[in-house]
């Protein structure tokens, strides 16, 4: 929240309105006085690792009443405030809306009293409304994440780290209730992101005979000398009579059938702690600047708006519309029409739990290996695991090869069960072994050991090494039938530079990384002089790490190849940097990716920086290196692969059976060796031969890249006079340029 705070506030700022914090959510509004504060530019300094909200929230059952909306109203008229932005859930909203309808006779009451004058109510005669969702259970209809919701997540899969330790030295069965009393995407995407054995969530209640169900396939895991069993319940989580399923009863019910060593862990609030994800920073950043361009552009005809995540965009959606569809969730369910309610929940709610309904177990026919290329990157492990499971489920026998194309050529192909992959989603790197070797030196012996094993797919896990090793595996077909078989790739990468892709497994944790250290990094200067931090990241010549990393973490300037710079663009943001300083900021934060400029090195622009702010701050550097590749993925990297992976197999599955004529697999066509990447908002297949128009193959970036639309945001709520162009936020196609208007312009949010 604190990060969509510091994103209105600024934005605001930079569009020449009055922004004022209204401290206590409603409460605030009602009561006013000192709870209606102006804000300025430093005052959201330092706020975007800050967990909950600054500012403060409250229930207020005083909004809900006439006069207590009278009393609002009051208080914004007093200050000139038309224009309100609302972060909270579907009640909040709700709220919102009723106050805008009655502002107009809101105001005519407060004028009859006397409170007001004939001027106040002409120049505030309009209320405009926009809102964004601040919900940890990501249970508003309109949007695939609410603010919160990830770092949730983070939480969750923190604790169930923690407890997977215990396994090492117990056999335990664990059962972890996760909150969700109307909504189980926190306890369906926790148990994805961390391999659990059973999931119950309000959309699905399980079939009558669960109970045996379920503990017959504890009992299977631990003849698979499995040690530790998870069980996730959403603690509104019910079977198909509407009987509560609590942690309790399915711990009896283990202990009772089964006997084994049975704990509850619930998890309650501190879901809701902890310091904020890089994911949600970025999120609240982009929607607090859509927020306030909504703002700009409504009138009185306009209806309240919500900004909306839609795949990668962030959007306007009809306030009421998605309330509306929000509250018909929750009939379809009182009601249990389940399948409706998780239709109308969205299509990101649906992929999480059809993924889900994947993983049970049948026998094999097909021959499928999947290998891991290029850098380690974490959530590799997580995709690994899904792809064995799920071909397992879908009829084939799996080979895992280690050590990529290299370790194929060797023959380190051996064939791997569902038992094997078992706690693999926590796992950071590649437990396959991974190198960046191509197969172009060694087509002769990766065919021999196709032949040997007689492999009809393959499924390629990897990042730029694993895009042109597909490129070369297809392009050998003419010579070698034995690559004649479906082909798939799953880009994987903390660089994020594989074309045909917005994201890449692991550049989430990659990010998470440097968020977090350059929090540490900023912190270690509190209460010394001022001071600036120069800070370099990897990625090669792709600079997706520190631009996003940047936005996250509240960068003064980020430098990256695809944009290029000169000395005076070096002297510019040091000048810019240096009059900060000279205000109550005290820290500064310079991100420069790797391969950025030659001959400006991250060296060259510490000396630079550390020369001419002398007198006003000093400097350090630090080089991020490989700690970005390592750690636990995140849980939207275990998620993301968990899912991309499930989906490749049922497209191998399918190439498979259209492919397989005469008793054997032949599969030669260009749309049989393809790249599944997230587009936009849909998971798109697509030949990588098709990708190569969109390469540069010399820097081993995509030609075009999406992400280089946020640059212009992080610059504005870094304080610089730029232009941003509507149209980069994804939600109008014609162009608009807002200025910072002058300082006394009168609107205010």
């Known amino acids: ?18 922004v004022y914090f209204i401290h206590e959510g409603y409460q605030g509004m009602v009561d006013g006085g000192d709870n209606i504060e102006e804000a300025s530019w430093e005052s959201v300094s330092s706020m975007l690792q800050v967990g909950g909200t600054v500012i403060g929230s409250a229930r207020c059952k005083e909004f809900r009443t006439h006069e207590g909306r009278l009393k609002a109203a009051h208080n914004l008229v007093e200050r000139g405030i038309t224009n309100l932005c609302v972060i909270g859930g579907d009640g909040s909203l709700t709220g919102a809306n009723l106050f805008r309808e009655e502002w107009s006779s809101l105001l005519d009451e407060l004028l009859q009293k006397g409170l007001i004058s004939k001027e106040a109510v002409r120049s505030n005669s309009e209320l405009h409304i926009v809102g964004m969702v601040g919900s940890i259970d990501n249970d508003f209809c309109g949007t695939d994440m609410t603010i919160g ?10 604790v169930v780290d923690a407890i997977m330790t215990t396994a090492q030295s117990h056999q335990r069965t664990f059962v972890l209730e996760v909150m969700g009393r109307h909504c189980g995407y926190l306890a369906m995407v926790s148990a994805l992101a961390c391999g659990a054995d059973w999931v119950f969530i309000p959309e699905m209640p399980p079939e009558d005979g669960w109970e045996d169900n379920m503990c017959q396939k504890l009992s299977e895991n ?16 019910i079977d198909h009579h509407n009987k509560p399923i609590t942690p309790d009863y399915i711990k009896e019910l283990v202990v009772r059938c089964l006997g084994f060593d049975t704990r509850v862990t619930i998890l309650g609030h501190v879901q809701r702690g902890g310091t904020p994800s890089a994911f949600d920073r970025i999120l609240a950043s982009r929607m607090g600047v859509e927020a306030v361009l909504a703002l700009l552009e409504a009138s009185a005809s306009t209806p309240a708006c919500v900004v909306s995540l839609v795949g990668n965009q962030a959007v306007r959606l009809p306030l009421m519309e998605c309330v509306q569809m929000t509250q018909e969730v929750q009939k379809a369910m009182d009601e249990k029409r389940f399948e409706e309610a998780v239709r109308l929940r969205g299509r990101s709610f649906e992929n999480n739990l059809s993924t889900y309904r994947l993983l049970s177990y049948r026998k094999s026919s097909f021959n499928v290996a999947v290998l891991n290329v290029g850098a380690p990157a974490a959530g590799m492990n997580a995709a690994v695991r899904s792809a064995v499971r799920v071909g397992i489920t879908e009829g084939h026998k799996m080979f895992a090869v280690s050590d990529g194309f290299e370790g194929f050529s060797k023959g380190q192909v051996r064939e791997i069960k569902w038992g094997d992959v078992g706690g693999w989603t926590g796992q950071g790197g590649s437990l396959l072994g991974t190198k960046r070797t191509l197969p172009g030196k060694h087509l002769d012996k990766i065919a021999e050991q196709m032949k040997i094993h007689n492999i009809n797919a393959l499924l390629v896990i990897g990042g730029f090494e694993a895009y042109v090793g597909l490129l070369e595996l297809s392009a050998a077909r003419a010579n070698y039938e034995e690559f004649c078989v479906p082909m798939c790739m799953l880009p994987a990468t903390i660089s994020n530079n594989v074309p045909g892709t917005d994201l890449s497994i692991g550049a989430d944790t990659s990010l998470n990384a440097i968020v977090e250290t350059c929090d540490r990094i900023k912190q270690s200067a509190s209460g010394t002089k001022r001071r600036v931090f120069i800070i370099e990241t990897m990625g090669g010549y792709c600079g997706y790490l520190a631009t996003v990393g940047g936005l996250a973490a509240g960068a003064d300037a980020v430098y990256i190849y695809e944009e290029p710079f000169d000395i005076r663009d070096l002297q510019a943001n040091v000048e810019h940097l240096t009059e900060k300083m000279k205000t109550s900021i005290q820290r500064g934060l310079v991100l420069r990716n790797e391969n950025s400029n030659e001959n400006f090195t991250t060296d060259f622009i510490y000396q630079l920086y550390s020369e001419e702010g002398r007198g006003v701050f000093d400097c350090r550097k630090n080089i991020l290196g490989h700690m970005q590749q390592g750690g636990a993925p995140s849980p ?46 849909a998971l798109v297949f697509q030949p990588v031969a098709e990708l190569r128009d969109e390469t540069d193959f010399v820097h081993r970036i995509p030609k075009e890249q ?44």
């Open 149 to 158: 919701t990830d770092s949730a997540l983070h939480r969750i899969i923190e």
């Open 636 to 681: 939207f990297d275990r998620n993301f692969g968990t899912k991309i992976s499930a989906k490749a197999m049922q497209w191998i599955t399918r190439t498979l059976k259209e492919s397989f004529k005469g008793g054997r697999v032949f599969a030669n066509s260009e749309d049989t060796a393809c790249l599944l990447g997230m587009r936009r908002r």
């Open 1 to 18: 929240m604190n990060a969509a705070v510091r994103a209105v506030v600024r934005m605001g700022i930079y569009v020449g309105a009055k």
């Open 706 to 749: 999406w992400w280089l639309k946020l640059r212009p945001l992080m610059k504005i709520l870094a304080k610089y006079k730029t232009s941003y162009d509507v149209s980069d936020s994804g939600q109008l196609e014609h162009v608009t340029r807002f200025q910072p208007k002058d300082s006394n312009s009168s609107s205010a949010i």
């Open 222 to 237: 631990r003849a698979d000398k499995k040690r530790l069993n998870i069980i996730i319940v959403a603690e509104g989580a």
